[in-house]
């Protein structure tokens, strides 16, 4: 079955990087594009990152253009975002995404705090 684990969040001060990873599982993951969500509570969940099959197109949301970078590596099936200049308002639980046939898979999360 269709699984998506992300990893590489945490605490980082304003101004830091980080970079998270989804790892992918269950499907031909270089045959589809990948996306990255985020969300705060009491809030709907934001696009952030998307990229295509092959990683030759990605596309991002204006708030974190220039300052976020999507990318895959097909041979490991995994999706990256890192994340420089980090701002507060980044903080929130991140979620890889893959829409497969007619199904969208989510992963589970990882919490990214951008916090002095």
């Known amino acids: 079955q269709v699984q998506l684990v992300e990893s590489g969040g945490g605490l980082v001060q304003p101004g830091g990087s980080l970079k998270l990873s989804c790892a992918a599982s269950?499907?031909?993951?270089?045959?589809?594009?990948m996306t990255w969500y985020r969300q705060t509570p009491g809030k709907e969940r934001e696009l952030v990152a998307a990229?295509?099959?092959?990683?030759?197109?990605?596309n991002y949301a204006n708030s974190v253009k220039g300052r976020f970078t999507i990318s895959r590596d097909n041979a490991k099936n995994t999706v990256y975002l890192q994340m420089n200049s980090l701002k507060p308002e980044d903080t929130a639980m991140y979620y890889c995404?893959?829409?497969?046939?007619?199904?969208?898979?989510w992963g589970q999360g990882t919490q990214v705090t951008v916090s002095s």
């Open positions: 269950g499907f031909t993951f270089s045959s589809v594009g």
């Open positions: 990229i295509s099959s092959t990683g030759g197109s990605t």
């Open positions: 995404k893959v829409a497969y046939g007619p199904s969208r898979y």
